[in-house]
């Protein structure tokens, strides 16, 4: 008997800071780190970032979306 598993990968897209869409699979996603507002020398994320998404594999992505509006894409995912 021939059994056929149908894997789905489902992707949110966010964008980067100059427009492009990125496509990340949210079972990748480790944590999110906010921008601070209040704090122009924020020395980590660069004018303009809302949001760093860290990842699995130890990279991180910036992205213009907010961490909260990232957790809401994370959630219609599931």
Known sequence: MLIMLLLAVIL??????DGRQIDINPK??????ESRDDDASDKYL?????????LADGKYVTVIETCSVVREK???AR
């Open 12 to 17: 949110i897209g966010l964008h980067s800071i």
């Open 28 to 33: 990748q996603i480790t944590t999110l780190r």
């Open 46 to 54: 660069t004018k303009g970032v809302r949001c760093m998404v860290s």
């Open 74 to 76: 994370i959630e219609a």
